[in-house]
């Protein structure tokens, strides 16, 4: 993946932080099936499935832990 | 999602603290499903469904460590 | 859920926070779950459940480490 | 359950700590399940399924965490 | 496994540190199943399943958190 | 189990540190499953299933924040 997506940790606010944390949790995915397709076609699969959304919710807790930390909390 | 739900990270008790990670356990979930009829459709599945009642619990602990480092543990 | 049951994070000694953990853990399966019957209906399935059980523990530990970094770690 | 199994998370050296961490993982599935008959009803389930040994390893390593940090890493 | 593949934590932006954690993610698969044949095999099996794909992006955000605190979350 | 397998957290560099964490993530098996016999009949089980291998790399993730940590990341 050549393109710059993640240029920078700072967010102006938690909301927008958490948007990051999704944006991260996204890429994951991403990354490891590269292909918009098999992606598309495997979305309404997780997306319908409490398991797969909660598991969703669990992956976006954990990046937003790095970047609230990185944010200093927007203390 | 253009409206404003999460402003602050800062709560007045850990109480508190609790219930804002659920808050943000919950918006995991919309997120990654906006229909509220699909997410509505789901509900029962996951809410009597005891694997799924623990994986939410989980989400909501990782959460709330955020939350309470946030807070620097409501000390 | 109106009444408190989280006043505070600090506890006498590190027994008294694995506790506080176990009760965090359950209140998140509470917020999930709302209706006492439902929960005391599909109790067995998960206190019987060798992977629910093991998934009970892990999201103790999750809460532990909040309430021991609360307490700095009861030093 | 009255007895006190915790009094310190003071180890003596990283492998005590892990034993501790052990320990914990453990308590966490017995205060989820009391019943010695139970448990160990189900405990070859367990510790013959893959996916549960992992997932014990799982709740030892974040046990495992907490731990590490009360002893400073044990440095 | 003689090579070296991980020489440093340090990286030079976010997103470099992602893609790392991303390596890490991959490696840990590798120690556990060495052989590139099997690894081949079973790869479709989790790159088109929705479970599979997000418990991936989970490693990676685990290992993103160990990344961004080497790199003082580049700031 | 009775012999010496850890006696110190510091590695020489990250990528020892790696190993050392799965030298934890195996050693959490083993304490719950001691018998060699068991966990060399349920190993082809495990490192041939996709979801198996992912949650490896879950654990060895985890292991490895706490031995990072221990080597203040190899500053």
Redesign the interface.
């Known amino acids: 993946m050549s393109d710059?997506?993640?240029?920078?940790?700072k967010t102006e606010?938690?909301?927008s932080g958490?948007?990051l944390a999704?944006k991260?949790?996204?890429?994951?995915?991403k990354?490891?099936?590269p292909s918009d397709e098999?992606?598309k076609?495997?979305?309404p699969?997780?997306?319908?499935?409490?398991?797969?959304?909660?598991?969703?919710?669990?992956?976006?807790?954990?990046?937003?832990?790095?970047i609230?930390?990185?944010n200093n909390?927007?203390?």
């Open positions: 710059k997506w993640l240029t920078s940790m606010d938690p909301q958490y948007e999704i991260l949790s996204r890429m994951g995915v990354y490891t099936q098999v992606r076609k495997v979305r699969a997780y997306a319908e499935d409490p398991t797969n959304l909660i598991a969703s919710s669990q992956v976006i807790a954990t990046n937003f832990q790095t609230a930390a990185a909390y927007w203390l």
